[in-house]
């Protein structure tokens, strides 16, 4: 039961990432272990720490966007626009697109997203011509003719809420818009403000989750120089170790999670699958100097206890964990100090994975891909495995059970997803297998 007002379920995933497209796919190859790592490929890696990803091959954006979009919009908003399709899709919602009417003002729109500018390949070839004779940029030239230097649209492109522009427009979506800029806490904190929009009467129905082309040439010249990526190359897929002893960092990976959530009554009125129900969203803050972690992860675990206790809900009763599994040393320790705080004697029974080794790190959209995650696990009774986990960490592993080598039938009936921002941020969403 959610804390108070009205019940909302999942009835629609969109999910893109290295391993498919859609919701059954996504499952069903991480059921299988199987990985969209491998080298970059969309451009020459060669100057940068990392060169691995989980790039999405093969995407064609023109079967979710028309090509007066394709013009303003860059790859994230892209994959954010096909992940809000095939989420409609999948709810079975009419849309405009496809001859159906607009989702009106009772609908909201609640996106999170990492995106700072816009495609960056043409402006660089285009600022060439400030540069003088001596190497040095020439800023006069650039204020006289910048009309002429810049590409047109760069700045449209850039918005940062680009894609809450053209999702809104694309599907009539006239009620709550609002985006989240951050990690992998943007997306599930969009997902949690969505679901306490409709709990409390605010909208009927929202579209929400998060996105991001973390592994394209701008996204990866900011996370490369961090400290937080895995530079071990000559692993390839096995280079992305969640709590193992050998675990260096973690990997990108490009993709868009989106979640169709509903009224209960609502979807199950007009005959709706739910994937599970949203029970509880909780929030906190480790408040130390960014990268660094509380070592013993107390942000997460007051945003694990307090997602508990608004789906009215004790430790004993969660099920799965889709964890946040940042694949570093200080990363994956704190959050596993942060589950037994949190937990206390029933950490130990509840099984714990992520599916970011198989991924990358969707990075805005990570903790929307992980509610995602933990809503396929209760709707098909089966909890993934982390992939790589050959020798868990002790700090890791001591009082947590740790999936891993393969996936496991144990039909949870809560589960909780969890996202961590770089700077200390800390989601938690519950989610309950629909009575």
Request: proline share 5%; hydrophobic share 40%; net charge neutral.
């Amino acid at each position: 039961m959610s804390g108070s007002g009205r019940q909302v379920v999942i009835s629609g995933i969109g999910l893109l990432t290295a391993l498919g497209e859609g919701p059954e796919a996504n499952f069903k190859a991480l059921v299988a272990g199987e990985s969209g790592i491998g080298p970059i490929r969309e451009y020459d890696p060669a100057p940068l720490q990392t060169r691995l990803g989980g790039e999405i091959g093969g995407f064609d954006a023109e079967r979710y966007a028309t090509k007066r979009q394709l013009r303003t919009v860059n790859r994230g908003d892209r994959l954010a626009l096909a992940a809000a399709r095939l989420a409609l899709d999948d709810a079975g919602l009419a849309h405009k697109q496809a001859g159906g009417g607009e989702l009106g003002h009772r609908a909201g729109l609640y996106l999170g997203g990492n995106k700072s500018l816009g495609r960056m390949e043409q402006l660089i070839e285009e600022l060439k011509v400030i540069r003088r004779p001596d190497g040095t940029a020439d800023l006069e030239h650039l204020a006289r003719h910048g009309d002429v230097i810049m590409p047109p649209l760069f700045f449209v492109e850039g918005l940062p809420a680009g894609a809450v522009f053209n999702i809104s427009q694309t599907y009539g979506i006239r009620g709550s818009s609002t985006f989240f800029a951050g990690y992998a806490d943007a997306g599930a904190t969009a997902i949690g403000r969505a679901m306490r929009a409709v709990r409390r009467g605010d909208a009927d129905v929202a579209i929400a989750g998060g996105y991001d082309d973390a592994t394209s040439w701008w996204s990866m010249t900011l996370l490369d120089r961090l400290g937080i990526l895995t530079t071990r190359n000559e692993q390839g897929q096995r280079a992305y170790r969640p709590y193992d002893l050998d675990r260096s960092g973690g990997l990108p990976g490009e993709g868009a999670a989106l979640l169709v959530l509903e009224e209960k009554q609502a979807a199950l009125a007009r005959g709706a699958r739910i994937y599970a129900e949203v029970t509880g969203y909780g929030a906190g803050h480790d408040g130390r100097t960014p990268p660094a972690v509380d070592p013993g992860g107390r942000g997460l675990a007051r945003a694990v206890r307090r997602s508990l206790e608004d789906a009215r809900l004790d430790a004993g009763d969660v099920g799965y964990i889709a964890s946040d599994g940042s694949g570093t040393v200080a990363g994956d320790a704190s959050e596993a100090a942060a589950l037994r705080t949190a937990l206390g004697a029933a950490a130990g029974a509840v099984p714990v994975s992520t599916p970011k080794p198989q991924t990358g790190h969707l990075v805005g959209g990570g903790g929307a891909l992980n509610a995602a995650v933990a809503a396929l696990a209760l709707h098909h009774g089966v909890v993934p495995a982390t992939s790589n986990l050959d020798r868990p960490d002790p700090r890791c592993a001591a009082g947590l059970d740790l999936v891993r080598g393969s996936a496991r039938e144990t039909a949870p009936r809560h589960a909780v997803a969890l996202a961590r921002g770089i700077e200390g941020q800390a989601v938690a969403l519950t989610l309950s297998r629909p009575a």
